[in-house]
């Protein structure tokens, strides 16, 4: 997109924003990328190296337990070593702006939103720095410190496992009928980072939509939801949603 299709179509966003009561947001790997947290479907995307089966899914924890650990404690070592970006900072204004009318549903589980200052998340695919425990159930906050390949919980001593969302699993209900009400309600959805191609984080997209919600999308490059989007802004997330929000003033 040419700088002035940009100015044009950040104008158009800014407009719709201004009036907008509740404000949604639907972030993917790509907010994150600029920080230096590897995208998943990039050539050097996260799971290269590594088969999915083995790493993130119940029947490779069943297999492994201890191979799972080590992954997601290389993964836990990558976010450990970055900063929330602009674009996760924009967002955080954002969120001062519309306050309990702003909500801010993730699929990544770097935590970079809460550590920027984000404080209406709904992480929909967990979290690198929680655990589960496989006895009692307990979610806990771990930090990005490295764990052990075998942690216990010290509630119970049962075993625990990533709090994160594997292939072949369901969301958690609480969280996602939090975040299906959300693009239910919102009058703007913001569509940042994301190939929109994982299920069912990518419906929200059309929810929205059909409740007559105006869709921005943010990214590098057009994706599955751009057919829903009333504009795109297509350039660095940490570049497009910092001059949004000088826009909205
Ligand atoms: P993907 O890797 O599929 O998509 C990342 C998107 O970010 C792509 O559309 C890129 O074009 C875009 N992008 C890259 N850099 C960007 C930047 N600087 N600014 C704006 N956009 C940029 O990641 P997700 O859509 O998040 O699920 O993937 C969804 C889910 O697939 C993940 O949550 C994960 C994975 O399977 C689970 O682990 C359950």
Not at 27 to 48: I, K, N
Not at 145 to 173: A, Q, Y
Request: hydrophobic share 40%; with cysteine.
């Amino acid at each position: 997109m040419t700088a002035e299709e940009l100015e044009t179509a950040l104008e158009r966003a800014a407009r719709w924003l201004r009036v907008s009561e509740r404000v949604c947001v639907l972030t993917g790997a790509g907010v994150s990328a600029e920080s230096g947290v590897p995208t998943f479907r990039a050539s050097d995307g996260l799971w290269e190296g590594h088969r999915i089966e083995d790493v993130a899914s119940p029947e490779g924890w069943d297999r492994n337990p201890a191979l799972v650990w080590n992954f997601y404690n290389a993964r836990r070592a990558n976010v450990a070593t970055v900063k929330p970006n602009p674009g996760h900072f924009a967002l955080v204004a954002m969120e001062d702006r519309w306050d309990d009318r702003f909500c801010l549903v993730t699929q990544n589980v770097d935590g970079l939103h809460l550590e920027a200052g984000s404080v209406n998340v709904l992480e929909i695919h967990g979290s690198l720095r929680k655990t589960r425990c496989l006895g009692c159930g307990a979610v806990a906050n771990c930090g990005i410190e490295p764990l052990s390949d075998t942690p216990d919980c010290s509630v119970c001593g049962g075993r625990l496992r990533p709090h994160i969302v594997w292939f072949g699993e369901g969301l958690d209900d609480d969280v996602w009928m939090k975040a299906l009400e959300s693009a239910d309600q919102c009058d703007t959805l913001l569509v940042v980072g994301t190939s929109a191609v994982v299920h069912p984080a990518a419906s929200l997209v059309p929810i929205a939509r059909r409740k007559g919600a105006t869709v921005i999308e943010f990214n590098l490059t057009p994706t599955d939801a751009s057919v829903y989007a009333d504009v795109g802004l297509y350039g660095p997330s940490g570049v497009i949603l910092p001059k949004l929000l000088q826009r909205l003033g």
